[in-house]
T-cell receptor, first 112, second 112 residues
Framework: DTGVSQDPRHKITKRGQNVTFRCDPI?????LYWYRQTLGQGPEFLTY????????KSRLLSDRFSAERPKGSFSTLEIQRTEQGDSAMYLC??????????FGPGTRLTVL | AQSVTQLGSHVSVSEGALVLLRCNYS??????LFWYVQYPNQGLQLLLK??????LVKGINGFEAEFKKSETSFHLTKPSAHMSDAAEYFC??????????FGKGTTLSVSS
């Protein structure tokens, strides 16, 4: 197993466009987390899944954000009508029920 | 509310010198505490973790941290810094299987 992977690694988009990111967790992990990291800050929690169920969403996850994990494997994070304030690194992590979180390399989003 | 405070956004040491990165936390329940390292344009790598039991925790690359409940601290140390230790370090707080709360990070610079 090669760890958590994310695609794309970089995304540049124009304000108002929609973007979608993908995360593939470590195969035996049933929990999957999304975080956002802006420059000079630590990662901030967005949402997490146990299998296909979305168990918690942060208040940071506005109506323009939606996340899915349809079959309990990979997950997607979509941002609609992007704004310049959405520019950040989006990090995905996975874990077992009670284990530590392993992070992917992140997707860096730049909104022009 | 739970929180993590990292004292000092930037720490500079000479190669071979002691590394000390400070982390204080606030939690109403027994905390799980973590230190992660992040190299430029990469995801986070777990250095070490405290869950229960022994309060002195050893991690990878010669790092260790001590959980001090009375001081609500979890400082990270390394006896002798290497150039390769230059990176961003994050302290994080959580419980088993929950989202992590991160500090703002400390940038470690190592000079020769």
């Amino acid at each position: 197993d090669t760890g958590v992977s994310q695609d794309p690694r970089h995304k540049i988009t124009k304000r108002g466009q929609n973007v979608t990111f993908r995360c593939d967790p470590i195969s035996e992990h049933n929990r999957l987390y999304w975080y956002r990291q802006t420059l000079g800050q630590g990662p901030e929690f967005l949402t997490y899944f146990q299998n296909e169920a979305q168990l918690e969403k942060s208040r940071l996850l506005s109506d323009r954000f939606s996340a899915e994990r349809p079959k309990g494997s990979f997950s997607t994070l979509e941002i609609q009508r992007t704004e310049q304030g959405d520019s950040a690194m989006y990090l995905c992590a996975s874990s077992s029920q009670v284990g530590e979180q392993f992070f992917g390399p992140g997707t860096r989003l730049t909104v022009l | 509310a739970q929180s993590v405070t990292q004292l000092g956004s930037h720490v500079s040491v000479s190669e071979g010198a002691l590394v000390l990165l400070r982390c204080n936390y606030s939690s109403s329940v027994p905390p799980y505490l973590f230190w992660y390292v992040q190299y430029p344009n990469q995801g986070l790598q777990l250095l070490l973790k405290y869950t229960t039991g022994a309060t002195l925790v050893k991690g990878i690359n010669g790092f260790e941290a001590e959980f001090k409940k009375s001081e609500t601290s979890f400082h990270l140390t390394k006896p002798s810094a290497h150039m390769s230790d230059a990176a961003e370090y994050f302290c994080a707080l959580g419980q088993a299987g929950t989202a992590l709360i991160f500090g703002k990070g400390t940038t470690l610079s190592v000079s020769s």
